[in-house]
C-alpha cells in the first residue's frame, strides 16, 4: 500500500503552507517522518499523491482494512465521538460524517436523532451503507458547491490521516457546514503514538503501531482548523477501538490490548484531567470546532 506511493510522490511541503524545511522525526527501511516547524504535524516525506490515495481507497482499501474496519472493534469509538458530539450540539439537524465507511456511526447518530449523509471513497463500503438505509453522496459532493451551508455538524472520524491533504479537506468540510454549524474530528495522537515507538518495539508490536500519512498533535490540527475559519471549541481524549486491525500476533496482541485499556487508558485520562483538558496523551483525541463568526 505504501512503497508505490512514495514513488509517485509530489508534494513534499507541509499542508499548512510553509516554506520553511521540516526536520526528521524517524525513519524505516521505506519510509521517512518529517515534523513541521510551524505547525508542529509529522508527515510522511514525501507526501503522497492524490491520484494514488483515491485509487487505494476506491479499489484496495475494502479487501484490506474496510471489513475489520466496519467490525464491533469500532463501535467505542463511535460512542465515544457521538457523546463529545451530544454535548455540544442536539438533533434534530443535519449531519455529514465523511469517509462513512459502512455506515455505522451514521446508524448510532441516526438513532439519536440526527438527519444522517455519508460519503465514501470505498464503493463496497458505500454500497454497504446505503443498504443499511444512510443516503450516501457522491464522493465529489463536498466539492462541487451543491451542499454549501447545508450541514449543521460535519465529521471526520480518522480520515484526516489519510487524505491528499487535510487543510484542503478541512476547507471543503467548513464549506458545507451552515451557520452556526461544527467539524467534529478524531485524530491519531503523534505525541502518544511516537512515545509509544521505543516501548512497542520492546515488546514486538511496532507493527501494530499504525502511521499513515500524517501523525497530528493537538496544536497542528488546531492551526488547520483556524486557517479555514473554524474556531476550536472542546478537545479530549478518544475512545480507544478494541484491538488493532489486523494483529501480527492474534493472541498477545489482544493481551497487550487489554493491557493498554487498563493502564495506558486511565493514565491518559488522569494527565486529561490534572492538567486541566491541556495534556492530551491518548492514542487518539477528538476536536470539535465552531465556524467563525456565528454564535
Ligand atoms: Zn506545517
Not at 500500500?1 to 520553511?20: F, L, R, V
Not at 518529517?34 to 476506491?58: A, K, N, W
Amino acid at each position: 500500500m505504501t512503497m508505490a506511493i512514495d514513488q509517485q510522490a509530489i508534494g513534499t511541503g507541509c499542508p499548512c503552507g510553509t516554506d520553511k524545511q521540516p526536520t526528521e522525526v524517524f525513519h524505516t527501511a521505506t519510509r521517512r517522518y518529517v515534523r513541521c516547524p510551524i505547525c508542529d504535524l509529522v508527515f510522511l516525506y514525501p507526501r503522497p499523491t492524490r491520484e494514488s490515495i483515491e485509487g487505494y481507497f476506491q479499489e484496495d482499501y475494502d479487501s484490506d482494512y474496510g471489513e475489520v474496519e466496519a467490525s464491533d472493534d469500532r463501535k467505542p469509538v463511535f460512542q465515544s465521538v457521538l457523546q463529545h458530539l451530544s454535548f455540544h450540539r442536539s438533533p434534530p439537524g443535519t449531519l455529514l460524517d465523511i469517509g462513512c465507511g459502512d455506515g455505522e456511526f451514521l446508524v448510532l447518530c441516526r438513532q439519536t436523532g440526527w438527519n444522517c449523509s455519508g460519503i465514501e471513497l470505498s464503493k463496497p463500503a458505500a454500497m454497504r451503507a446505503a443498504q443499511k438505509g444512510i443516503r450516501v453522496l457522491s464522493p465529489h459532493a463536498v466539492k462541487s458547491g451543491d451542499w454549501a451551508k447545508h450541514f449543521q455538524v460535519v465529521t471526520l472520524i480518522n480520515v484526516l490521516e489519510t487524505v491528499t491533504d487535510p487543510v484542503v479537506m478541512l476547507r471543503q468540510a467548513t464549506a458545507v457546514l451552515a451557520p452556526g454549524g461544527i467539524v467534529v474530528v478524531r485524530a491519531t495522537n503523534g505525541l502518544f503514538h511516537l512515545s509509544m515507538r521505543t516501548p512497542a518495539r520492546w515488546i514486538g508490536s511496532q507493527y501494530d503501531q499504525a502511521f499513515h500519512w500524517y501523525l497530528y498533535s493537538t496544536r497542528a490540527l488546531t492551526v488547520f482548523m483556524e486557517s479555514v475559519g473554524l474556531t476550536v471549541i472542546s478537545l479530549r481524549n478518544s475512545k480507544p477501538s478494541r484491538g488493532p486491525l489486523s494483529p501480527v500476533h492474534p493472541w498477545f496482541s489482544q493481551m497487550k490490548w487489554t493491557m493498554s485499556r487498563a493502564v495506558l487508558w486511565p493514565l491518559s485520562q488522569t494527565l486529561y484531567v490534572v492538567t486541566g483538558g491541556r495534556l492530551v496523551w491518548g492514542p487518539s483525541f477528538e476536536i470539535i470546532a465552531q465556524l467563525r463568526g456565528s454564535g
